[in-house]
T-cell receptor, first 115, second 109 residues
Framework: NAGVTQTPKFRVLKTGQSMTLLCAQD?????MYWYRQDPGMGLRLIHY???????AKGEVPDGYNVSRLKKQNFLLGLESAAPSQTSVYFC??????????????FGDGTRLSIL | GQNIDQPTEMTATEGAIVQINCTYQ??????LFWYQQHAGEAPTFLSY??LDGLEEKGRFSSFLSRSKGYSYLLLKELQMKDSASYLC??????????WGAGTKLIIKP
């Protein structure tokens, strides 16, 4: 059981380039999330999805787009990368958020550097 | 605004006990989570509190006081492998997790 898988694990981009980060989960979870983690700061929510075909903005959505065409996949796109987007990106998923504790399960992260 | 406060770093000795505090101010409360994150790795779930009181799980316990906006994670019989960052997160009224910056715990032999 792989859980949450992120690809790629590392990437270096030049300013202005575009790329897509892929998150795949095999736990049949409804909810999926993209976070960024920067030194000295808590995880910050970029975008999230409560089900196939739905997405919503989080705390820091600017410069990013997402898609959830299939329940198991959640894609994060950077249309025109900027140095401020250098970060570690984590994908997470959970079955639902209501009716009790459902912890989020995290992928191993993507370390992205923008030069 | 919403805010989660934790100490930035703590040091403890192998075999000892350490308490990591977390205070929060959020719009609504639907539970508090503690996660462990080793350097370069993903956060992993440790504990969940939604009612006041202590939840015990082996060497780890977590306490919650909703009236005080306060929680702590207690780690007993510390081992070197417990060296990690410990993240406190609160689920707000929109069921989103608000994360603290984490407490880096250094264990010395």
């Amino acid at each position: 059981n792989a859980g949450v898988t992120q690809t790629p694990k590392f990437r270096v981009l030049k300013t202005g380039q575009s790329m897509t980060l892929l998150c795949a989960q095999d736990m049949n979870h409804e909810y999926m999330y993209w976070y960024r983690q920067d030194p000295g700061m808590g995880l910050r929510l970029i975008h999230y999805s409560v089900g196939e075909g739905t997405t919503a903005k989080g705390e820091v959505p600017d410069g990013y787009n997402v898609s959830r065409l299939k329940k198991q996949n959640f894609l994060l796109g950077l249309e025109s990368a900027a140095p401020s987007q250098t970060s570690v990106y984590f994908c997470a998923s959970n079955p639902s958020t209501e009716g009790g504790h459902q912890p989020q399960h995290f992928g191993d992260g993507t370390r992205l550097s923008i030069l | 605004g919403q805010n989660i406060d934790q100490p930035t770093e703590m040091t403890a000795t192998e075999g000892a006990i350490v308490q990591i505090n977390c205070t929060y101010q959020t719009s609504g409360f639907n539970g508090l989570f503690w996660y462990q994150q080793h350097a370069g790795e993903a956060p992993t779930f440790l504990s969940y509190n939604v009612l006041d009181g202590l939840e015990e799980k082996g060497r780890f316990s977590s306490f919650l006081s909703r009236s005080k906006g306060y929680s702590y994670l207690l780690l007993k019989e510390l081992q070197m492998k417990d060296s990690a960052s410990y993240l406190c997160a609160v689920r707000d009224s929109n069921y989103q997790l608000i994360w603290g910056a984490g407490t880096k715990l250094i264990i010395k032999p």
